[in-house]
C-alpha cells in the first residue's frame, strides 16, 4: 500500500485538530509519464456576517506539483447527491489519483483493493471534493445550525460560499471553474453555476451523472418519460417479444416514439379513450415493457417505477433495483426501502475502506463517524433512518419554483457564451431515467447557440454507471473530451483579437 512522502501538520494525540488541514506528497505515473501531486484533507469554516462559525466543510484536493510563475490549472468541485450523500462516491470509484477496485481484484491483497487512477480527472484539473454539511466530515457546529444548511436554497448558498472560500484561501479567483454532480448533486450543480456566473467565476464546464433538476413530479409527463428505461430492463431480462429482443437501440427508439405520441396522447384523454383504444395502449405498454396487460388496466395506464420493479419478476418472486434494474432480489412488498433495493446492497463496497485511505494514505486521522446517506450516529434516532439528511430537508412547498432548477442551468448557459454541459445516463437506472434528461434537455430553449455546448451521453449502466469497469473507461474518455473541448475553446477566446 503506498504510502505519502511528506505530512505537515501535527497529529494531537493521533488524530487531526479540526483546524488543520493534512498536506501529504504523492505521485501516479500515467502513460509513462510520473505525475506528483500534493493531496489536502481538512476543513474549511463557512462563516456568517459577523465572523462567527457555524459549520466546517470537509473537503480533499489534489493538485498537480507545478511551477509556482505558471497560471492556474483548472479547478473541478466534484459532490454526490442525496441530499445525504458525501462525495466518496465519486472520488474513490471515478475521479481521484487513487480508486477502489470492487472484489478486491486489484493485484493486490485483497483486504485493501486500492489501485492508482489511471484515468483520473487529475489528468486535466485539479480536484476538490466537497461533502456538504451534514455528510461525510462535514459538520454544523451547534444543532439548531443545521436548518441553515438542510434546504435547497440554504444547500447551493453554502456550497456557493465553500467555493469562494476554498478559492481565495488558495488564491486561484482567476482559476478555470469546473463542477462535477451526480444525481441530487446535478440538482445542486445547476442552482450552483447561476450563483458562480452572477458572480463573474470563469465557470467553464459542468458534468451532470444521473440528472435529475426537477423534484417530486409525479405527471402523466413522468410516467411517459419512465417507458424507455422500462424497456431497457425488460430487454435486459428478456422479458419483451422475440422481434423486440433484437436489437436494444432499436427497440428503444420504438418505446420512445411510442411513449412521447401515443402513450402521453392516451393519458392525456382519459375516460374519452374508446374501449378499442384503451385496449390498444395497454397492448402496446405490456409490449414494450413486459408487464402483464391485466395489471396495466388495473392500474388505468398508470404504472410508477416501484410498481415496475415489483411486477416485471413477480412470477419468479423477485424484484428489480431502483437504481440499476439488471439486479435482482427477493421481492419484498410495501413502501420503497433503500436499505433493501438490491441495486444498493450489491454496490455498497467496504464500507469503512474509504476511513481507511484518509487515515493510512492521506494521514487524515479523525475520530468522528464519515457520514453517508444512511447515517449510523449516536445516540440513534427515534424513528428508521431518521439520521440521513433527507428527512430534515426543507424542500420548501411545491409551487416553489427552486424545486426545478433547470431554469437556472438555462441562465448560466444564456449568461455565459463559453459553458459547456455534459450530461451522463445509464440506460438501466430507474431513479433518474435517461429520457427525462432528453427531455430535460430539449426544454432549454430554441436558441441554437446554447444546444451546441450542451451533450448528452448514454450508457449501458445504472445510476452509479462507472461502477461497471467497461462503462467506466467509456465515461472518463467522454469526459476527458469534454475537458478538451472546453479548454480549447478557452485558448481560443484568449488568442481571438
Request: charged letters at 25%; a neutral charge; one cysteine or more.
Amino acid at each position: 500500500m503506498p504510502g505519502s512522502v511528506q505530512a505537515t501538520a501535527e497529529d494531537s494525540g493521533g488524530f487531526c485538530p479540526e483546524d488543520t488541514t493534512v498536506v501529504t506528497k504523492h505521485r501516479i505515473t500515467i502513460d509513462g509519464k510520473a505525475l506528483p501531486y500534493t493531496a489536502r484533507a481538512g476543513f474549511l469554516p463557512i462563516r456568517d456576517q459577523y465572523g462567527e462559525t457555524k459549520a466546517r466543510f470537509f473537503y480533499t484536493a489534489y493538485t498537480l506539483d507545478r511551477d509556482g510563475n505558471t497560471k492556474p490549472r483548472p479547478v473541478t468541485f466534484i459532490w454526490n447527491g442525496g441530499p445525504g450523500a458525501p462525495s466518496s462516491l465519486l472520488h474513490f470509484s471515478l475521479l481521484g489519483p487513487r480508486r477502489r477496485v470492487s472484489g478486491g481484484k486489484s493485484g493486490q491483497d485483497s483486504s485493501y483493493p486500492v489501485v492508482d487512477n489511471n484515468e483520473t480527472l487529475l489528468r486535466y484539473s485539479d480536484l476538490v471534493m466537497v461533502d456538504p454539511i451534514g455528510t461525510g466530515y462535514s459538520h454544523p457546529l451547534k444543532p439548531e445550525y443545521g436548518e441553515l444548511f438542510w434546504g435547497i436554497s440554504q444547500d447551493l448558498d453554502s456550497i456557493a460560499e465553500f467555493i469562494r472560500i476554498y478559492l481565495i484561501h488558495y488564491d486561484l479567483l482567476e482559476a478555470p471553474i469546473y463542477l462535477i454532480g451526480e444525481s441530487y448533486g446535478t440538482f445542486r450543480a445547476a442552482g450552483v453555476a447561476e450563483k458562480l456566473v452572477n458572480k463573474e467565476y470563469a465557470l467553464m464546464g459542468i458534468v451532470m451523472i444521473s440528472t435529475v433538476l426537477k423534484q417530486g413530479s409525479e405527471s402523466d409527463i413522468s410516467l411517459a418519460l419512465h417507458i424507455p428505461s422500462y424497456t431497457a430492463t425488460a430487454f435486459y431480462h428478456e422479458k419483451l417479444a422475440p422481434e423486440l429482443q433484437t436489437d436494444l437501440q432499436q427497440t428503444l427508439w420504438q418505446a420512445e416514439t411510442w411513449a412521447e405520441t401515443e402513450y402521453i396522447g392516451a393519458l392525456m384523454r382519459g375516460d374519452r379513450l374508446s374501449s378499442q383504444e384503451r385496449q390498444a395502449a395497454i397492448d402496446n405498454f405490456a409490449r414494450f415493457t413486459g408487464l402483464d396487460p391485466k395489471f396495466i388496466g388495473e392500474n388505468n395506464l398508470r404504472v410508477g417505477r416501484d410498481q415496475f420493479r415489483r411486477q416485471l419478476l413477480s412470477s419468479e418472486k423477485k424484484s428489480v433495483g431502483r437504481y440499476d434494474s439488471r439486479i435482482t432480489g427477493e421481492l419484498i412488498g410495501g413502501a420503497y426501502d433503500p436499505m433493501k433495493d438490491p441495486s444498493l446492497i450489491s454496490r455498497g463496497g467496504k464500507p469503512f475502506l474509504f476511513v481507511t485511505y484518509l487515515r493510512s494514505e492521506l494521514e487524515f486521522r479523525i475520530d468522528r463517524l464519515y457520514r453517508g446517506p444512511f447515517g449510523g450516529i449516536w445516540p440513534p434516532p427515534v424513528k428508521p433512518r431518521g439520521d440521513w439528511m433527507a428527512y430534515l430537508w426543507d424542500w420548501g412547498s411545491l409551487l416553489d419554483n427552486k424545486l426545478d432548477q433547470s431554469p437556472a442551468l438555462v441562465k448560466a448557459l444564456r449568461m455565459k457564451d463559453d459553458l459547456r454541459v455534459l450530461f451522463a445516463s445509464g440506460l438501466y437506472d430507474l431513479a433518474t431515467p435517461y429520457f427525462a434528461t432528453d427531455y430535460t434537455i430539449s426544454h432549454m430553449g430554441r436558441d441554437p447557440k446554447i444546444r451546441s455546448r450542451v451533450d448528452h451521453k448514454c450508457y449501458a449502466g445504472g445510476h452509479m454507471m462507472y461502477q461497471d469497469d467497461d462503462v467506466r473507461l467509456k465515461l472518463m474518455n467522454d469526459i476527458f473530451s469534454f475537458y478538451k473541448s472546453a479548454l480549447a475553446g478557452e485558448k481560443k477566446e484568449k488568442s481571438d483579437p
